[in-house]
C-alpha cells in the first residue's frame, strides 16, 4: 500500500505542476483532492514552506479524513488543510462516482464569469472535448464566497448537480473526474472555453454556438487521445523546462 499510497502522492503533486504551469493558478491558490476510500482522500495541503502550486511536492499532498476535515498522516503537525477543504470533501461525499476534485483560479473563466457570458460550445474541432463539455451545459454558481464552511460548500453542491464542471462567479472553478488528469484536462478546457469566448468578444463579435448539425460531427477521438496522450504532453513539457518532479 505504500508504494501506491506514494505513486497517488506523486500523481496528486504533478496535477497541481501542470494547473500552475497552464496558468490556471496563481502562487498559493488553489488544490487538489483524490479519494483513497470510504472516507479518506489525499488532499494537496498547505506545508511549513509554503511556495505555491508550481512548487508542489508529494510532502504537501496528505491524507486526509473527509468526515472529520483533520490531516491524518502528519504526526509533527506541521500541514494544515486548504481553507477551502469542504469543496472537496462535499464533492467527493455527495458523489461517489467521483474519484478527483480539482479548485482553481483561471483568471478569464473568473472574468467571463463576472461579464455573464455563458460557456457555449462555440467552436468544433478545435477542441473537442472542451466543445463537448460546454454542450451539456456548464453550470454558474452565483455566490463569489470563500466556501469554507459545510453549509456553503452544500450550496456549491447544488450548483453543481450532476455535471463534471462548475463555474464559480467571481471565483474559479471546480472541476471533477475518475482520476487527477481527467480532473485537470476539464478545468484546462475551461480556461479554453473562456479565452476563446473573450477574444471573439474583443474582436467585435458576439460568440454564437455552433450549428447542431457540426456538434453532432463532433467525435469521440477516446481517451486514450483525449487523456492518456494530452496528459503525456502536459508532463513532458514541465521535464522540458524542469518544473516537473526529479
Known amino acids: 500500500m ?21 496558468g490556471l493558478v496563481e502562487n ?8 483513497l476510500d470510504g472516507n479518506r482522500a489525499l488532499v494537496r495541503c498547505r506545508g511549513p514552506e509554503e511556495a505555491g502550486l508550481r512548487f508542489t511536492t508529494p510532502e504537501d499532498v496528505r491524507v486526509v479524513d473527509v ?6 498522516d502528519d504526526p509533527g503537525g506541521d500541514y494544515r488543510v486548504p481553507n477551502e477543504l469542504p469543496i472537496h470533501t462535499s464533492v467527493l461525499a455527495a458523489r461517489p462516482d467521483v474519484a478527483c476534485a480539482v479548485h ?6 473568473v472574468v467571463a464569469s463576472l461579464a455573464g457570458f455563458a460557456l457555449e460550445p ?19 454558481h452565483p455566490r463569489s464566497v470563500l466556501i469554507r464552511t459545510d453549509e456553503l460548500a452544500a450550496e456549491m453542491v447544488a450548483s453543481l448537480g450532476s455535471a463534471e ?4 462567479k467571481g471565483h474559479g472553478v471546480v472541476t471533477i473526474g ?12 475551461l480556461d479554453t472555453l473562456a479565452r476563446i469566448h473573450l477574444r471573439v468578444r474583443s474582436a467585435g463579435m458576439i460568440p454564437e454556438a455552433i450549428p447542431s448539425a457540426d456538434l453532432a460531427e463532433m467525435p469521440d477521438l477516446g481517451g486514450a487521445f483525449n487523456r492518456e496522450t494530452l496528459w503525456r504532453h502536459h508532463l513532458a513539457a514541465l521535464e522540458q523546462d524542469r518544473i516537473g518532479l526529479n
Open 2 to 22: 505504500s508504494g501506491g499510497l506514494d505513486r497517488l502522492r506523486r500523481e496528486v503533486a504533478v496535477g497541481c505542476r501542470v494547473m500552475a504551469y497552464r
Open 104 to 109: 482553481a483560479h483561471p483568471p478569464d473563466v
Open 165 to 168: 464542471a462548475l463555474v464559480l
Open 28 to 35: 498559493i491558490l488553489g488544490h487538489i483532492s483524490l479519494r
Open 178 to 189: 475518475a482520476d487527477v488528469a481527467e480532473a485537470v484536462l476539464r478545468a484546462l478546457q
Open 67 to 72: 468526515d472529520s476535515g483533520e490531516i491524518i
Open 122 to 140: 462555440i467552436f468544433g474541432a478545435y477542441d473537442i472535448p472542451a466543445t463537448h463539455l460546454a454542450a451539456v451545459g456548464i453550470p454558474v
